[in-house]
């Protein structure tokens, strides 16, 4: 997650959030501190993960979130579902104590979904870039004033390099055009899956090096995203 607040974020404190150089994972702020002290207001976003896997939404995903920690929003990404398997997931969410949520997918491998808890319902809007596989998702909550964003980016697949940059491309002007034009005090949230490392250090022990997810202009792209908004 990265948050996009109205002052300067120093990345000695808030490292949560990631500086250009990387996260300084020996001294890590949780991020729901960060969200805290930035925002002023006590925010938790819970961001996972599904690689369209269809048992891990119907039994492990509920007794994930049994035992996490309280949130006031879920961001689900790469969930895979068709229209006619929206019901499934839309009940487990009701039945988790979840009272509003938008699931925006259609086919396999690709699909984001929040769902949130707060007293108000946020407004959900779409914004998907004109890049195949993306999904952007955008939940506008009046109080906190907050606008979050789930997204999942697809991969840098070296045999298609355009359709990852045009996603960048598109992207960046969307998150651009919202602090410049549309923020009016509001606070900006991205989630979701950007299948990037950040920094070196982000990187698995066991990926190999100089692959899709540490590509250089990979990284280019999710910097320039951070230092645009800052």
Known sequence: QHLA???????TIANALVPIQGRDHDN??????????YLDSHFTVLTLNMRSNKAAISH???EFI????PHDALVLTEIGLKLSEHATLRDTLHQLGYTSLHIHSDVRNEGVCIATKTAVAPRYLTADTAAYGSRVLIAVFSVPMITLYGVYCPWANPNLPDRFHHFWKDFRAEIRNFTEHIRDGRHLIIAGDF???ASTRDVNT????????SY???RSHLHALLVENN
């Open 5 to 11: 607040a109205d002052a300067k974020v120093d990345p």
């Open 28 to 37: 890590l702020t949780p991020p729901e501190t960060a969200l805290n002290q």
């Open 60 to 62: 492990d995903l509920p």
């Open 66 to 69: 049994r035992i996490a920690q």
């Open 195 to 197: 299948n990037i490392a």
């Open 206 to 213: 066991n990926t190999i090096l100089d692959s899709p997810g």
């Open 216 to 218: 250089t202009d990979e």
